[in-house]
Nanobody, 123 residues
Framework: QVQLVESGGGLVQTGASLRLSCAAS????????MAWFRQAPGKEREFVAT????????RYTDSAKGRFTISKDNAKNTAYLQMNSLKPEDTAVYYC????????????????WGQGTQVTVSS
């Protein structure tokens, strides 16, 4: 069983930056691909970014490309999502997820989920 705990959300203005962290309990964190998803009120959970277990390959949704960066530090059992140039449409609860399959944009590819952290971007 892997426990994931997100942190770093908050209320910011348009154009600001935030760095989300996802601390994992897994002793074999290096074996897990990680991903970030988000869910806005009344909408389905959507893919944001993913990274392979080694950290060598990343994928992003189109709206995140050029603004967000996903990374993971296997020595610290932590994944990150650096978010720059935030927009009001980025407002959502952000979830991190872990899985031992290939990286994917699908929620079903990930076995473990955090509780989420709220990001609110004011205009």
């Amino acid at each position: 069983q892997v426990q994931l705990v997100e942190s770093g959300g908050g209320l910011v203005q348009t154009g600001a930056s935030l760095r989300l962290s996802c601390a994992a309990s897994a002793r074999t964190f290096g074996n897990y691909a990680m991903a970030w998803f988000r869910q806005a009120p009344g909408k389905e959970r959507e893919f944001v970014a993913t990274i392979t277990s080694s950290g060598s390959v990343t994928r992003y949704t189109d709206s995140a490309k050029g603004r967000f960066t996903i990374s993971k530090d296997n020595a610290k059992n932590t994944a990150y999502l650096q978010m720059n140039s935030l927009k009001p449409e980025d407002t959502a609860v952000y979830y991190c997820a872990a899985g031992q399959r290939d990286i994917s944009r699908m929620t079903s590819a990930y076995d473990y989920w955090g509780q989420g952290t709220q990001v609110t971007v004011s205009s």
